[in-house]
C-alpha cells in the first residue's frame, strides 16, 4: 500500500520561510511527477509546483521566484521550499505523486492528506 505524507507545515508571519517535506513509501517500483497543490478556503485546489523524474520543474505563476520544488530519489521525497511568504500562501497543502507499485504497477496518481500553511501578515 502506498502512503504519501506531508510535514512541515505551521504558522509563519509574512516573508518568512517554511519548507515543506512529502515522503513516498510502500512498495514502489517507480516515482515520475512529483508535486504540491493547494486549497484555499472556498476555493479549488491549484498546482503550486511539479518535478518530474528527470528533475525538471514547474511552477504556478504566483510562486515563480519565491518557492522551490526539489526532490530525493533515494528517499522517495519531494521538497517545497517557500521564501518571502505572503499572507495569500494561506492553504492547506497537498503532495501529489505519479507512482508505479507492486500492486499497481501502472500509474496511479497518489495524495497526501495535506499540511496546513498559514501566513499572517
Known amino acids: 500500500q502506498v502512503q504519501l505524507v506531508e510535514s512541515g507545515g505551521g504558522l509563519v508571519q509574512a516573508g518568512g520561510s517554511l519548507r515543506l517535506s512529502c515522503a513516498a513509501s510502500g512498495s514502489i517500483i517507480s516515482l515520475n511527477d512529483m508535486g504540491w497543490y493547494r486549497q484555499a478556503p472556498g476555493k479549488q485546489r491549484t498546482l503550486v509546483a511539479v518535478v518530474n523524474s528527470g528533475g525538471n520543474t514547474n511552477y504556478a505563476d504566483s510562486v515563480k521566484g519565491r518557492f522551490t520544488i526539489s526532490r530525493d530519489n533515494a528517499k522517495n521525497t519531494v521538497y517545497l521550499q517557500m521564501n518571502t511568504l505572503r499572507p495569500e500562501d494561506t492553504a492547506v497543502y497537498y503532495c501529489?505523486?505519479?507512482?508505479?507499485?507492486?500492486?499497481?504497477?501502472?500509474?496511479?496518481?497518489?495524495w497526501g492528506k495535506g499540511t496546513l500553511v498559514t501566513v499572517s501578515s
Open positions: 501529489s505523486a505519479e507512482i508505479r507499485s507492486s500492486l499497481r504497477p501502472t500509474r496511479t496518481n497518489y
